[in-house]
C-alpha cells in the first residue's frame, strides 16, 4: 500500500479565514513534505518533517504553520492567506529522507 | 545546490510511436533520480527512480530510463505510447541542500498525443 490521503480536496477561504490540510499516511514512513504547486509548473517544496523534526524552508511565509502530531500525520494550518497562495498543496512521505517520495493527489485550495 | 533541467516545455508523439524525454541534473555527488507523470488536477505518480547500480532502470506502464553520468542526463523513453499517456511529466533530484532535504523538480514536459 502506497496511498498517501489529503483532506479536503478542495478549499475556498478568505484573505481572514483560519483553515487546516491533513495529510494521512499509514505506511511507516518517517519523512513526510508539503509542496506548492502552482499551475503548469513543478511542485515547489515548503517544509520537510523527519522524525517529527521539521526542516524549515526558509522562503515560506509564516502564514504557513505546519504541525506533525504523529509520525501518520501532517498538517498545514493556513492564516492570512493571500490570493497569489491559491494553489495545488501536495503532501508526500518517504521512508526516510532522500527515500522514494509517495504524493497524495493534492488540496486545491482558492483565496478569495 | 541541485538543479534540474528538461529541455523540453512541450512534446507531441503519434500514438504507437516511440517517445524520449529528456532531462538533465546538477548535482556534486551521485543523485538520486526520478521520474512522476501528473495528469490534470492529480497528484505525482512515481514512474521509476535510479538510487545506483545498473544505469537502465524500468518503471511502471512500460517507461525506462537511463543515468549517464558523463552526460549528466537521465532521459525516460518508452517503445510505444498510448493516448493514456498524455501528461505531465517531472523529472525529479533528491538532494541535500537548502536547509531542506527534499526533491528538486524540472520544469515538466508535457505531452501530448496524437491519434
Known amino acids: 500500500d502506497t496511498e498517501v490521503t489529503q483532506t479536503p480536496k478542495h478549499l475556498v477561504m478568505g484573505m481572514t479565514n483560519k483553515k487546516s490540510l491533513k495529510c494521512e499516511q499509514h505506511m511507516g514512513h518517517r519523512a513526510m513534505y508539503w509542496y506548492k504547486q502552482k499551475a503548469k509548473k513543478p511542485p515547489e517544496l515548503m517544509f520537510v518533517?523527519?522524525?517529527?523534526?521539521?526542516?524549515i524552508n526558509e522562503s515560506v511565509p509564516s502564514r504557513f504553520s505546519p504541525e506533525c502530531p504523529n509520525s501518520s500525520l501532517l498538517n498545514l494550518h493556513l492564516h492570512a492567506l493571500q490570493p497569489e497562495d491559491s494553489a495545488l498543496y501536495l503532501c508526500a512521505s518517504s521512508l526516510l529522507i532522500l527515500e522514494t517520495q509517495y504524493f497524495g493527489p493534492g488540496t486545491r485550495l482558492l483565496v478569495l | 545546490a541541485q538543479s534540474v533541467t528538461q529541455p523540453d516545455i512541450h512534446i507531441t508523439v503519434s500514438e504507437g510511436a516511440s517517445l524520449e524525454l529528456r532531462c538533465n541534473y546538477s548535482y556534486g555527488a551521485t543523485p538520486y533520480l526520478f521520474w512522476y507523470v501528473q495528469s490534470p488536477g492529480q497528484g505525482l505518480q512515481l514512474l521509476l527512480k535510479?538510487?545506483?547500480?545498473?544505469?537502465l532502470v524500468q518503471g511502471i506502464k512500460g517507461f525506462e530510463a537511463e543515468f549517464k553520468r558523463s552526460q549528466s542526463s537521465f532521459n525516460l523513453r518508452k517503445p510505444s505510447v498510448h493516448w493514456s499517456d498524455a501528461a505531465e511529466y517531472f523529472c525529479?533530484?533528491?538532494?541535500?541542500?537548502?536547509?531542506?532535504?527534499?526533491?528538486?523538480f524540472g520544469k515538466g514536459t508535457h505531452l501530448i498525443i496524437q491519434p
Open positions: 535510479y538510487f545506483s547500480g545498473d544505469t
Open positions: 518533517y523527519s522524525y517529527e523534526k521539521l526542516s
Open positions: 525529479a533530484v533528491g538532494a541535500r541542500g537548502g536547509g531542506a532535504d527534499g526533491l528538486t
